[in-house]
């Protein structure tokens, strides 16, 4: 059963552009995680949101967490090369993390 | 520190071999995960151990057996693998098994190829 679906599943746009990854669910999360990922490696944290309705910033990027704890959102500023690679969000429940099905994101130079 | 150490980084095999996966983490985590992830797939939760105790089996095929000798340390054993088994092994871990937030972290993964 796929819990958590994201939106979209490609994106491929040009170095500077601003873009939103969108990871939605019926269910609730106590937490969710955004990962990224390289090809042939392991996924590498960015954030974790707890609250309802947080937001918190890493630099260019922009996560929110659903005021209901069911969906999040990242929001990337003005794309870079370096931000190329698979979002992964993952809601987490009593120790077992679900992943969503993955945005991967292509920025062209 | 978040590192959580796998190896080998890459490991051919027959599917008449035994060999192990190996998972090493100094973070005091409690939570030691492994997950399988097939190409252009999100990772799928294989088992989870809380405080050295196999707390989730997520109906994994008995060719691969879990251990975990010690709270920093999670190894993966395996038999008799098929082709079809051929994938990136992710070993993860978190603070503790309570309910209630956590985070996972990851390490860089074994790549298997059954042959």
């Known amino acids: 059963t796929q819990l958590l679906e994201q939106s979209p599943q490609f994106l491929s746009i040009q170095e500077g552009e601003n873009l939103t990854v969108y990871c939605n669910s019926s269910s609730v999360f106590s937490s969710l995680q955004w990962y990224r990922q390289e090809p042939g490696e392991g996924p590498v944290l960015l954030v974790t949101?707890?609250?309802?309705?947080e937001v918190k910033k890493l630099k260019r990027l922009t996560f929110q967490f659903g005021d209901a704890r069911k969906d999040s959102s990242l929001h990337i500023t003005a794309a870079q090369p370096g931000d190329t690679g698979l979002y992964l969000c993952?809601?987490?429940?009593?120790?077992?993390?679900?992943f969503g099905s993955g945005t991967k994101l292509n920025v062209k130079p | 520190d978040t590192e959580v150490t796998q190896t080998p980084k890459h490991l051919v095999m027959g599917m008449t071999n035994k060999k192990s996966l190996k998972c090493e983490q100094h973070m005091g985590h409690r939570a030691m995960y492994w997950y399988k992830q097939k190409a252009k797939k999100p990772p799928e939760l294989m088992f989870v151990?809380?405080?050295?105790?196999?707390?989730i089996n997520e109906s994994v095929p008995s060719r691969f057996s879990p251990e975990c000798p010690n709270s920093s340390l999670l190894n993966l054993h395996l038999h008799a693998l098929q082709p079809e088994d051929s994938a990136l092994y992710l070993c993860a871990s978190s603070q503790d098994s309570r309910p209630g937030w956590t985070e996972a972290f990851f390490g860089q993964g074994t790549r298997l190829t059954v042959v």
């Open positions: 151990y809380s405080y050295e105790k196999l707390s």
């Open positions: 949101v707890v609250t309802g309705g």
């Open positions: 993952a809601g987490a429940n009593f120790n077992k993390f679900y």
